[in-house]
């Protein structure tokens, strides 16, 4: 399995962009990048997800590397609400599991 | 919003009862999972369901059952519960197994076994 290597915790000012990385060298051709966050113990929240392209929608932005080896999740402007547990997760070929790692506990500050 | 609601919310049982779990969604999608989630293990899968009596198990199936009966409703059984059990149970829905497809979760049901 692809697997993904984040940092543990990041701190970011609020109104500034926060830049969450994210480490996926064993990443397969057919096979995604997914990003969830977890707020509290509330049920994991999908944020965006690629392949080779960089992806926006409404929450965030995907930036995945041309060798697609790592990827950045972009929150442009961090609000406090965005304080939570961000996961960086492969969704793996013909595997119906998606596996969640420790993620990046993400700390938005006043 | 996904429409998945996961019953009860909270429940606390004592050891050896057994305790179902319940899974509804409204979105008519194929693919139902269980996940428990602990400190220090992220989600693990429990168990999944690829269509209605299709399910096969997870990474963590010991000590765990589910039924699916109809497309909307997946059961989660422990049929003799135990503290190790005690967890965060994440209900979550996928319309196919690609991996260009996103799951969406339910809120949760926070378990605990005395």
């Known amino acids: 399995d692809a697997k993904t290597t984040q940092p543990p915790s990041m701190d970011c000012a609020e109104g500034r962009a926060a830049n969450l990385p994210c480490n996926h060298s064993t990443i397969s051709g057919n096979e995604y990048v997914y990003w969830y966050r977890q707020i509290h113990s509330q049920g994991p929240q999908y944020i965006i997800h690629?392949?080779?392209n960089n992806e926006t929608n409404e929450m965030a932005s995907l930036i995945i590397t041309e060798d697609r080896k790592s990827s950045t999740l972009i929150l442009p402007h961090a609000t406090l609400r965005d304080t939570a547990v961000y996961y960086c997760?492969?969704?793996?070929?013909?595997?119906?599991?998606?596996?969640f790692g420790a993620g990046t506990r993400l700390t938005v500050k006043p | 919003d996904a429409g998945i609601t996961q019953s009860p919310r909270h429940k606390v049982t004592e050891t050896g009862t057994p305790v179902t779990l319940r899974c509804h969604q409204t979105?008519?999608?194929?693919?139902m999972y269980w996940y428990r989630q602990d400190p220090g293990h992220g989600l693990r899968l429990i168990h999944y369901?690829?269509?209605?009596?299709?399910?096969d198990k997870g990474e963590v199936s010991d000590g765990y059952s589910v039924s699916r009966s109809k497309t909307e409703d997946f059961l989660l059984t422990l049929e003799s519960a135990t503290s190790s059990q005690t967890s965060v149970y994440f209900c979550?829905?996928?319309?196919?197994?690609?991996?260009?497809?996103?799951?969406?979760f339910g809120s949760g049901t926070q378990l605990s076994v005395l």
């Open positions: 369901s690829y269509g209605v009596k299709d399910t």
């Open positions: 690629g392949l080779k």
């Open positions: 979550a829905i996928s319309e196919s197994r690609s991996t260009n497809e996103k799951l969406f």
């Open positions: 979105e008519n999608h194929r693919y």
């Open positions: 997760i492969v969704r793996v070929a013909d595997n119906n599991d998606m596996r």
